[in-house]
């Protein structure tokens, strides 16, 4: 008996510490964690600078709610917009709230200023996306896994295939207030569009007056190789979803960034967050802005992409698995041979953590301050795993 909800299933492993990309388990075991908190660890486990921001703030001010200020609000918003290149920043804790964020925004954006009628807003979003777990957010998920048995749902959405961006035109009507996408779809196995397709989907929005709302909780902070994967097609959102490596995997911290006459429409008392914004989370998110600025990690995630794609096109060739998709430090492997379970199970016995995502799928997702002989070491223990 468990007292434990069975809402995951995870791998034989309890981790007892960690530092860099290493795990180790209350067996003293040692893993290389190319999971890394499905992103949330993009800079490693317990990185100095982030460490020492937290505990900074632990012996000053820890929470103080919205209903007064702090100093490191304003510096946390201006941190991140200046990163991002946006003009406004409504911070909240987890990533499934920043979406929920983003819709309510756009929504209201869209009855006060584009003339649509209360209730009838659509908000046009793709088929195999994962933006979260709330009964709003899965209401526009086309898994039957996340949906069943979770009804009724939040109407208002139409589904399109990804990577189709005449389909996002054809979606769109006069309610339509926003285009709600993945820049790279993650959870779904890192499915990498056509490279034309974001600034395909930007000049059907702007020729519609429709808001692009991209959601790069997890493409996003040098996963790809930039500060956000929308930089690579050179196309800025008017509202950018931020979370997991934000809270620089010591808390929750997400955020919405984006333009300021969309973000303006939610006034005091239409929207807020008991935790959002609170300091030590703003610590830790300047902390992180910190190391973006300098470079570092999305250089990395570059420099590193060819060995990673190199490795995985070997894979391909090996002839165990049916497709690879690789960006930056990214990988998504569909595997021929046995289930994503397996796979992931063997690959622990060889000492590496990753994870299935849908079946036959594996994400793997490593710190980027991953070494080049550590990258090796994870692409030896997927080829082993896949083997027959
Ligand atoms: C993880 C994720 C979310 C949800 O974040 P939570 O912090 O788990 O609520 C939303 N969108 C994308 C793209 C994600 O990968």
Redesign the pocket.
């Known amino acids: 008996m468990t007292t434990l909800a069975p809402n995951y299933a995870p791998l034989p492993i309890e981790v007892a510490s960690a530092e860099g990309a290493w795990v180790t388990d209350t067996a003293g075991r040692r893993y290389l964690d190319c999971l890394a908190g499905?992103?949330?660890l993009n800079f490693g486990h317990r990185h100095p600078d982030l460490v020492a921001a937290a505990k900074d703030q632990l012996d000053r001010l820890t929470l103080t709610s919205r209903a007064v200020g702090h100093e490191l609000l304003e510096p946390f918003a201006r941190a991140i917009t200046s990163l991002t290149s946006t003009e406004m920043l409504l911070p909240m804790?987890?990533?499934?709230?920043?979406?929920e964020t983003a819709l309510k925004a756009a929504r209201k954006w869209g009855y006060e200023t584009q003339g649509i009628s209360e209730g009838d807003a659509t908000v046009v979003v793709a088929e195999n996306?994962?933006?979260?777990?709330?009964t709003t957010?899965i209401s526009m998920s086309s898994d039957p896994e996340a949906r069943a048995g979770f009804g009724p749902y939040t109407p208002g959405f139409r589904i399109v295939p990804y990577g189709d961006a005449d389909a996002v035109a054809a979606a769109i009507d006069e309610t339509t207030v926003a285009v709600l996408l993945?820049p790279i779809?993650?959870?779904s196995g890192v499915i990498v569009p056509p490279a034309d397709y974001l600034r395909q989907v930007r000049e059907v929005c702007d020729s519609t007056s429709t808001l692009l709302v991209l959601?790069?909780?997890?493409?996003g902070l040098g996963r790809t190789g930039a500060t956000l994967t929308q930089d690579l097609a050179a196309v800025r959102a008017d509202l950018t979803?931020l979370?997991?490596a934000l809270g620089g995997g010591i808390l929750?911290v997400?955020a919405v960034v984006g333009r300021s006459d969309v973000l303006g429409v939610l006034t005091p008392g239409t929207h807020g967050s008991t935790f959002g914004g609170n300091p030590l989370a703003c610590a830790v998110g300047l902390a992180v802005a910190r190391l973006l600025e300098t470079g570092r990690y999305q250089a990395r995630a570059r420099e590193l992409a060819p060995v990673l794609a190199a490795r995985a096109g070997d894979l391909l060739a090996g002839g165990h698995v049916t497709a690879v998709r690789s960006i930056g430090l990214w990988l998504g492997v569909d595997v021929a041979t046995r289930t994503g379970r397996e796979v992931s199970e063997r690959m622990a016995s060889r000492g590496v953590i990753a994870k299935e995502t849908h079946g036959a799928t594996i994400r793997l997702a490593p710190p980027l301050c991953v070494t080049q002989s550590e990258l090796h070491l994870m692409m030896d223990a997927l080829e082993s795993a896949v083997s027959p």
């Open positions: 499905y992103s949330a804790n987890t990533g499934a709230e920043a979406v996306a994962f933006h979260g777990r709330t957010i993945e779809q993650g959870e959601d790069e909780i997890q493409s979803t979370g997991k929750p997400s």
